[in-house]
């Protein structure tokens, strides 16, 4: 297991912009292309710019229920964060993006064939905690975002979601996390939702974001309908994919998806509808990086099966 110490960030973040805080980060070869201005953005195409995502696996981490053990994922989610911030101890590197005084909505998902596990939303919540943050500044929501009280006074957002395919977008992860921040979220429905990257301008959202968690434990890699859900097009991958940029976040997981189905089905299977939006999401939006070539993923734990 290798460990890249390159790249540390100083200060603290809590208060930088979007674009200053990527630029701080461990994944600091990101820069720009996560939060360019809205005039910079419409400037041109974006420089070649890298990014970096860790991917997490352990294959202790389900019981024989599926359900993940809490100590196993505890130390999944010290180790990813510690690598992408290129710290030896978890607590430094969340001291990088979350202040004492931030208040902070914790994004998950609620579909309930494969929600965000609540035992990843209590440890986040107890990692927050522990860099001094008040247990009254800090909600988990989904469909409630723009009712919770927390939320609407949030300074920072983690965003939290299992990886599925998705029968309007292609996939669901990071990105379309943030449609419930919209009041009306089938009008990003359209073109195969290719804007989503657009949400994350909404002012709910724009700047808070400081961490992207793709759960990858029992991903969905196959399913027909808005809500189909079959247990035996889902596989114990055992990961998670941690990331500042979500672009990269969900490119990865797409990777790792597709993998799997030409694995499964024993040739490329396309998905029914295009994931265009996570390209979109770059060469549009300026939001971070999509293209595998420009991003670097660093794999700690078991490597059998990593399919990438």
Known sequence: MSRDRAGKASGNPGGLTRREFLRGTACAALAGAAGLPSSQREAGAAPALRSKVVLVRDRNILDKSRRPDPGVLSRMVDDGISALFGEGDPSPAWRRIISAGDVVGIKSNSWRFLPTP??????????????????????VDDRG?????????????????????HYWSGVGSCLKNYIM????????????????????????????????????LTPLFHGKGPHHYQASYTWDYRGLIIGADPVAVDATGLRILEARRREFFG?????AVSPKHIRVAEEKYRLGVADPAR??????????????
């Open 118 to 139: 609540v035992e990843l939303e209590e440890i986040l919540r107890q990692r927050l905690q522990g860099v001094g943050v008040a247990g009254e500044n800090i909600s």
């Open 181 to 216: 921040f919209h009041p009306n979220p089938p009008a990003w429905h359209r073109d195969a939702c290719a804007d989503l990257a657009g949400l994350w301008d909404l002012p709910e959202v724009k700047g808070k974001t400081r961490l992207n968690i793709l759960v990858m």
């Open 145 to 165: 975002v723009l009712h919770n009280p927390v939320f609407r006074r949030s300074t920072a957002l983690l965003n939290v979601r299992p990886m599925r395919t």
């Open 267 to 271: 040739a490329d299977q396309p998905l």
């Open 295 to 308: 991003i670097e993923v660093e794999k700690i734990g078991w490597q059998e099966g990593a399919l990438i």
